[in-house]
Every structure is written in C-alpha cells, then in structure tokens.
C-alpha cells in the first residue's frame, strides 16, 4: 500500500477542521459503535459522519437533554437546583428528576404546560 492509499482511509485535516467542535463526541460515538455494533466496514466513515452530524453517544445525549431542560427549568424558576436525580422547587420540595420533567415538559414555544398528577 502506498502513502496515498493509506491516507483514504483516514479523515481529511478538512472535516476536522471543520467540525472541531464535534471531534471529542465523534470519537465517543465510533469508540461505542465499536463496542456494539456487528461489522463495521469502515470505522473512518462512521466518525467522519458523526463528527458532521455532531453525532454523540445516546448516553452523552441523553445528558445534554436533561442538561438543556435544568438550564430552561432554573431560567422559568421552576427548579432552583438539582442534585444527582433530584430537583429542587423555589419553595424547597424536592422531587425526582424524571417526575418533574413528566410534570413540566419544555414546548416548543418556550412555555410549559403543567400536567396534573394521577391519584
């Protein structure tokens, strides 16, 4: 294999460059791809693709939800702080994070609409 057939098989300086920004979460994505997907025929592609798209891993992006709706839910005063699973109220009740976020989803306009609880 000669030096040019070698480098195709890497990602041009150009994508990453780029998308700089998207190379740490690009690289959790192709190292859980690697984990467990079945036969990855080209692991250059599947990173090239990730970091254009700004794919993460589910985890990491399961995360930066919950990250976005604290930050949107302390900016509407809803919660004032959060610890491990756990939300705090302005009037100090504490309550799990999945519950509250059930209770007040983010809308697409920016408001919520409070769900009432069963029982």
Not at 14 to 25: H, M, R, S
Not at 34 to 53: L, N, Q, Y
Not at 85 to 96: F, I, L, R
């Amino acid at each position: 294999m000669n030096k040019s057939e070698s480098l195709m098989n890497y990602p041009d300086s150009d994508t990453v460059k780029l998308f700089w920004a998207n190379v740490p979460g690009a690289i959790a994505y192709l190292k859980d791809a690697i984990r467990t997907w079945k036969g990855i025929k080209s692991p250059e592609a599947v990173f090239v693709a990730a970091c254009k798209e700004g794919r993460k891993p589910e985890s990491a992006q399961v995360k930066s939800a919950v990250k976005e709706w604290v930050e949107w839910a302390r900016k509407e005063r809803i919660v004032i702080a959060m610890s491990g699973e756990v939300v705090y109220t302005p009037d100090g009740e504490a309550m799990a994070l999945v519950e509250m976020m059930r209770r007040c989803p983010v809308i697409e306009d920016g408001r919520t609409v409070p769900r009432k609880s069963r029982g």
